[in-house]
């Protein structure tokens, strides 16, 4: 009974030595906590005092008794993707993981464009100013002389602009035969005279269909024979009387490339008119027979150029252009220069050298 007695009082002294241990210890660790978090204040005034912002705030938010926020995570920085600068082109060539023609990009000669596209044809662009040396007036001395009035002064400096596309509306499977639709306008607006009213001097309108073929034979020197392209061409500026000027051609083109260089011939033969019907009926004597012309692309600047006369005449004419890489979208700067006869219909037997600069949306392939 004894032995019995004295085992639970000792269970009973150990038990409440362990109780009191172990209460001890949660108050040292109360303690310690105490001590090292910072006292509360004792009023708002004290808060006022802290030179600190971000310490001032939590004095505030611990004297109102408010839980502290946790620390918000530091995003990581956005990733942005550098601008694209590459041209169509080079998209194209990067897509496909291996080098694109210009002549087969500008003509969808690629097995997986598209079958139907309308695309850039010759060179689109807005001369804001264009000067010419000798201003063409005799072409309408004629109708001022009819309705018994002087003539208007033309300007020497005029805008000059050029708008040409062409669409796809056949082609076979593997995309080496086509056959094309294209249209072509020049104007020459005289803007600046306000006392002629501002009239377009000249219009010319250029449709045409043809049908488009690449060979793609090796001619040697790095060049290959890329394009060949057959069809019918109309041009007129669309006016009656003594200033209407049109002819009627059929036409067949040759192109060929090396690199980033283009070169281009072109041979007409004009379809006869009769002669009461023939506005200009010695137009090819300063139009001639064919064109040589060329394009150059250099670290995104282009310098294109053709020549164009008869021989027999020892007529012609000669333009050369560049167009600058894009600077603000698809825009570019472009300077043409041109010098000899038929820059449009209208000045087909007149001589004149002429010199423009504006912005160009493409640069003529």
């Keep these: 009974m004894e032995v019995r007695f004295f085992r639970v009082l ?40 802290i ?47 291996a080098p694109t023609s210009m002549i087969d990009y500008a003509w969808d000669f690629d ?7 309308i695309r850039f044809y010759k060179e689109n662009y807005f001369l804001v100013g264009r000067y010419t040396n000798d201003v063409n007036t005799a072409p309408f001395v004629p109708l001022y002389e009819a309705i018994g009035g002087p003539p208007e002064n033309l300007n020497n400096t005029e805008a000059k602009f050029q708008l040409s596309f062409k669409g796809r509306l056949w082609t076979t499977d593997d995309r080496r035969f086509g056959l094309w639709a294209a249209y072509t306008q020049q104007n020459q607006w005289q803007v600046y005279n306000g006392d002629a009213s501002r009239p377009f001097r000249e219009t010319n309108y250029m449709p045409e269909l043809f049908v488009s073929y690449r060979p793609d034979v090796d001619l040697g020197g790095g060049f290959r024979w890329k394009l060949v392209n057959f069809g019918y061409n109309h041009q007129s500026n669309g006016r009656t009387d003594v200033i209407s000027r049109s002819w009627n051609r059929i036409l067949a083109s040759f192109g060929a490339e090396s690199g980033n260089l283009a070169l281009f011939a072109d041979v007409w033969y004009r379809i006869p008119e009769k002669d009461e019907e023939d506005d200009n009926p010695d137009i090819t004597d300063y139009y001639g027979h064919g064109m040589l012309s060329g394009l150059y692309r250099w670290r995104g600047h282009s310098f294109a150029g053709w020549l164009r006369g008869n021989v027999g005449t020892g007529k012609g004419a000669v333009q050369v252009g560049w167009t600058s890489p894009p600077f603000f979208g698809p825009l570019r700067a472009y300077v043409q220069f041109f010098s000899g006869y038929g820059e449009s219909l209208i000045d087909y037997n007149w001589k004149q050298t002429t010199i423009g600069a504006g912005v160009a949306l493409s640069d003529g392939l």
């Design 10 to 49: 000792l269970r009973t002294i150990v038990l409440a030595a362990g109780v009191a241990a172990g209460g001890a210890h949660a108050q040292a660790a109360q303690a310690q906590a105490q001590a090292q978090a910072p006292a509360a204040p004792a009023s708002l005034a004290e808060c006022h005092g």
């Design 51 to 97: 030179a600190s912002d971000r310490d001032r705030l939590a004095c505030y938010d611990k004297a109102s008794g408010r839980a502290l926020a946790p620390p918000a995570e530091t995003a990581a920085p956005a990733v942005v993707a550098p601008k694209d600068t590459a041209t169509p082109l080079a998209n194209a060539q990067a897509q496909r993981g």
């Design 111 to 117: 097995a997986d464009s598209p079958r139907y596209n």
